[in-house]
């Protein structure tokens, strides 16, 4: 008889003990017994045999490969998660693949590089991590694409990272044009039946190249040689739930351990990856763009969003017969429902957040738990007159077409955007220019590469750059970069800003490098490179045992004498209330990675979730 340590995956259920009575290999996937059902676990170790009785294994014909195992045991130890949750985002191999068989060497035309990507390529070659620091528009899908064929003529396959909203169909016609059925795109939209037939074909070693969000680095993809971070800047790259891991960290760690190559690029890279790469002389920088096209800035100084300057570009260009895209960090008509009497804005019921207002179908949702209710015509606490602050996408489009009649004129946000298809159908009418002016929120500035967007319009950055986040200026500033990108990529451009804060970007319009520079010097000994955040975050129905539960996690950290661990702040979270649960939250400071985890050990178990390296602070 045999008995092995199991985790029970995707349950928050303690390590188990079982039998069997045939010997077992670490990582293997089993049939385990739990209460009244069967649950797929992993085998972690076999163990002595238990003074109880176990119940018996059953073995499959899957298993997790050893870099497989190395990374959930990171992701186990450095995001203080458990094991089965870890483990639970992984998908297995079979036994019965071709995996084990190097797949045979391919060789594709390439397209031509001019002498700028040449010299980024050697360079990217020449390192086994490297970040290529590229301007919008400056080429670097091309580079990726000769990456990638290099790696398919070693014999070796691929994994290219994007964030979600980045998996366009551009990008997927761009890179199918290339490689053909050896390729393959993940995302969030893919039907499951869509899903089994692209693991299948991962299993029998079709797929040569993976491309896709996040969870396209937990997927069973074999002899991997090239690992690609398109957009490492993007906070799509870290989980907004348990495992809160951050793919682009993970990926680093797998490549370093597996000597896997590796490259990130982004044309506004985070501050942090540039400090690292920084230090290693590991960053190429690419200026420019491959089309040699000039982008002119004008600034609106006003926080009216349909200021009369703003309209007046728009119609112009309009008139000119090119395409613009809007920006706006707010979706829905409207952000906030006001009462001009009592001052009273109309909140969720389950959360302390302003109801969003939408008119197309005359409600009132919340974007945390998606409460909806109606509009109410008067203030419900004093019945005074209700006004509308903050404008949204479906607002501003709404009056827009009242400004330009014959324009065709679409949102491009959560609410519009529902499905793939529609997300394909969109962009493919933007495209062949059935469509005007794209208006949008986040969406807007990833995957768009049309030549006759002349355009760009930037409103509402100052709500991002006087946000309450360490990153304000650099998500404010990055955005800006990345909304200019799309404007003016073959031929000449306009962006258009609308801020109070004029001085603030164009001290950096020449060169994003600069701002990274100042940045490094403004979070010296305060936050991230230069030290390690843990936000500890406790949330209960019960608003008094949340607080008691704070309370007793704080009695519970350990005191350092050396000044290690830093309590930066704790209390009532910025956010109060989200689904009829209160909320608290702790943030720890540490320049010691090692000791900031030794001091959440003992709290790993309490009815708390802990989030190394925290980009949300709601």
Not at 547 to 569: A, D, S, Y
Request: net charge positive; with cysteine.
């Amino acid at each position: 008889m045999f008995y092995y340590l199991v985790a029970i995956l995707k349950q928050k259920s303690p390590l188990l003990i079982y039998a069997s009575t045939s010997p077992l290999e670490n990582g293997t996937i089993v049939q385990a017994p739990l209460l009244k059902s069967t649950k797929n676990a992993v085998v972690l170790k076999p163990c002595p045999k238990p003074s109880f009785e176990c119940k018996f294994l059953e073995s499959t014909q899957e298993y997790f490969s050893q870099n497989q195992i190395n990374l959930a045991e990171f992701i186990t130890s450095y995001y203080c998660t458990s094991r089965p949750l870890a483990y639970g985002i992984f998908t297995p191999f079979k036994k019965n693949s071709t995996a084990v068989i190097p797949p045979k060497s391919l060789d594709f035309p390439m397209p031509s590089l001019s002498p700028k990507q040449k010299k980024a390529l050697d360079f990217i070659n020449s390192n086994q991590s490297s970040l290529l620091f590229g301007d919008t528009g400056s080429g670097k899908t091309e580079i990726y694409i000769h990456l990638l064929s290099q790696t398919l003529k070693q014999s070796k396959n691929a994994l290219l990272l994007m964030p979600e909203i980045a998996l366009t169909p551009q990008m997927e016609k761009r890179l199918t044009a290339v490689f053909g059925d050896i390729l393959a795109f993940w995302h969030s939209k893919l039907s499951a039946k869509k899903r089994k037939e692209i693991l299948q074909k991962i299993h029998n070693e079709e797929i040569r190249i993976l491309a896709g969000a996040r969870s396209s680095l937990f997927l069973p993809l074999a002899h991997l040689g090239l690992i690609i971070i398109d957009e490492e800047h993007d906070d799509a790259y870290k989980s907004t739930s348990a495992p809160r891991y951050n793919a682009r960290d993970i990926a680093l760690y797998l490549a370093k351990e597996a000597n896997i190559k590796i490259l990130l690029g982004s044309a506004t890279p985070l501050t942090t990856t540039y400090y690292k790469f920084h230090q290693t002389q590991s960053i190429f920088r690419l200026k420019g763009t491959y089309h040699k096209s000039q982008r002119q800035f004008l600034f609106c100084h006003s926080s009216e969003e349909s200021h009369p300057f703003i309209l007046e570009n728009l119609k112009e260009n309009f008139q000119n017969h090119k395409q613009s895209i809007v920006f706006l960090p707010t979706r829905a008509n409207f952000k906030h429902l006001l009462c001009s009497t009592c001052g009273n804005n109309i909140q969720c019921p389950n959360c302390s957040v302003s109801m969003s207002l939408h008119s197309k179908d005359s409600s009132l949702k919340c974007h945390y738990c998606h409460y909806t209710s109606p509009i109410p015509k008067l203030c419900p606490l004093c019945g005074g007159t209700l006004n509308s602050l903050r404008i949204g996408t479906q607002e501003f489009a709404k009056n827009l077409i009242k400004e330009l009649p014959k324009a065709n004129i679409t949102c491009f946000d959560r609410d519009s955007i529902t499905t793939q298809k529609k997300l394909t159908q969109t962009l493919k009418d933007f495209n062949r220019h059935t469509i005007d002016i794209l208006v949008g929120t986040q969406m807007l500035s990833k995957g768009h590469d049309y030549h006759n967007v002349s355009l760009s319009v930037a409103l509402g950055l100052d709500y991002i750059l006087k946000g309450s986040d360490y990153r304000s200026r650099e998500k404010a500033l990055s955005l800006m970069f990345q909304l200019s990108g799309r404007s003016g990529r073959k031929e000449n451009g306009k962006v258009l800003i609308q801020t109070l804060q004029e001085d603030f970007f164009k001290s950096y319009l020449s060169d994003y490098e600069v701002f990274l520079q100042e940045e490094l010097n403004f979070r010296q000994h305060l936050y991230p490179p230069f030290v390690r955040l843990a936000l500890i975050k406790i949330s209960h129905k019960n608003q008094e045992i949340a607080l008691k539960l704070m309370q007793g996690i704080l009695t519970t950290l350990p005191k350092n004498k050396e000044n290690l661990i830093e309590i930066v702040g704790y209390g009532i979270a910025p956010i109060e209330k989200i689904a009829n649960k209160w909320r608290y939250v702790i943030l720890l400071r540490s320049k010691n990675s090692k000791a900031l985890h030794q001091a959440l050990l003992p709290i790993k178990d309490y009815p708390c979730e802990i989030d190394i390296d925290p980009i949300d602070f709601n």
